[in-house]
């Protein structure tokens, strides 16, 4: 296949994605390439999943050995390194059992059919709704999309899946209607990552928290986003010292290669015995082997450690540059999951990012978000100050 056919917009594809007009044909470590070997400093990692960098050497070198052994095989057969990995992830976490999938609303819808049931199992059949909040992310699919508080994706999709409430998010009103009788579980990302980069506050998730445990309303938090390393520690809930009962996990997990896992504790995993759920993909010798391998790297190579140091040392270099550029209203998130709030729309400095070699995102209309692989230097931090203090007095001179 030419190059020619490869960067043409592809009629035969669905429309469904407002595509950048850039074609990715390699990457390694921060940077990707493009068709023309053009250089592109990667601050989005696809969206917080290469955390560790484009094809990271661990991950490859494990991907490759299972390569040459199995690629599938059915869940009706024992899984070696589905129970390796289920073993890495409640080890250093606070679960106790884990279902595997292929995606982020994979793992959420696996986390609602988990909530229903658990109600019913625990005599509470009135118990049937799940809360989610407004500006929430939660997938695509059709129980996904219903628990996303967002009506602009739920535009034409009518009649949206029953069973979800949305309240507001970091608002103390919203927690007196947690429990109206009628719910079994409160589903909530602690950053909402799509939705704006929004952290939720501390004092409020733990009121949430003591509420769902007093009325054995499940917590789930959707981690899909701030999942593996993304914020500073493996998991963005232990930065908030509590315990959900559910948590679900794609992006990061495999590096790249599709994976999803909703994990519970044991007394909530019981729900789901032989029958209940499935997946065929789920948990096969590939992905799992990509998520071993990425789990792995994460806890020994020092990367959480240098994800603290180095976000800090980006938020105070950031925060001197808001106080210095009105352009910037707040910057928000935790971690390496950043989100810049400007007085501007953030599609005009992505354009002139991109312009000088840099990929960064939105989330939503007016905030830049910023995802660098967790493995990034300082160097390339520097590197893309430099080049964002370019971008922003120049957008400045033409804005007045
Ligand atoms: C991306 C995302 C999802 C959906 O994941 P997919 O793999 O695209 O299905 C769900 N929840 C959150 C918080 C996300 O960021």
Redesign the pocket.
């Known amino acids: 296949m030419s190059n020619t056919v490869i960067n043409q917009p592809a009629h035969s594809v669905m429309h469904t994605y407002q595509r950048f007009p850039l074609t990715i044909v390699k990457g390694k470590g921060s940077y990707v390439w493009n068709e023309k070997g053009d250089k592109f400093l990667d601050y989005t990692s696809g969206?917080?999943t290469c955390n560790l960098g484009h094809v990271p050497e661990t991950v490859h070198q494990k991907l490759s050995n299972q390569l040459n052994q199995l690629w599938h095989c059915s869940n009706l057969y024992e899984i070696p390194s589905q129970n390796e990995l289920a073993a890495l992830l409640t080890n250093n976490s606070c679960y106790d059992q884990v279902f595997f999938c292929n995606?982020?609303?994979?793992?959420?819808e696996a986390a609602i059919k988990l909530a229903k049931k658990y109600a019913k199992d625990k005599g509470h059949p009135e118990r049937t709704e799940i809360v989610t909040f407004h500006q929430?992310?939660?997938?695509?699919?059709g129980s996904?999309m219903a628990a996303t508080g967002q009506e602009k994706i739920h535009q034409g999709f009518s009649p949206l899946t029953s069973g979800f409430r949305y309240l507001s998010y970091n608002d103390e009103a919203s927690l007196e209607q947690v429990d109206n009788g009628t719910t079994t579980a409160v589903l909530l990302?602690l950053i909402?990552?799509?939705g704006g980069v929004n952290k939720a506050e501390q004092a409020w998730v733990e009121k949430l928290s003591v509420i769902c445990k007093e009325a054995d309303i499940l917590l789930m938090v959707?981690?899909?986003?701030?999942g593996i390393g993304r914020t500073g520690t493996l998991f963005a809930y232990e930065q908030y010292g509590i315990e959900p009962d559910v948590m679900?996990l794609?992006?990061g997990l495999g590096s790249g290669f599709?994976i999803?896992a909703m994990l519970a504790k044991e007394q909530v995993a019981n729900t789901f015995q032989p029958g209940t759920h499935g997946s065929t993909f789920g948990g096969n010798p590939l992905s799992t082997s990509a998520g071993i391998a990425t789990i792995e790297t994460l806890l020994d190579e020092e990367i959480l450690h240098q994800v603290k140091s180095n976000s800090n040392w980006l938020q105070d270099e950031l925060e001197a540059l808001r106080l210095k550029h009105e352009m910037i209203q707040d910057i928000r998130g935790l971690g390496f999951l950043i989100g810049l709030e400007l007085t501007v729309e953030a599609a005009t400095l992505i354009e002139a990012f991109r312009e000088k070699g840099v990929l960064v995102l939105s989330a939503g209309t007016n905030v830049l978000r910023i995802l660098p692989p967790l493995t990034t230097t300082k160097e390339e931090l520097e590197n893309f100050l430099q080049i964002f203090k370019e971008i922003i007095t120049e957008a400045e001179g033409i804005a007045s």
């Open positions: 969206i917080a995606s982020g609303a994979e793992a959420n929430s992310f939660h997938g695509r699919t996904t990302e909402q990552g799509e959707d981690e899909v986003q701030t679900t794609a992006k599709p999803g």
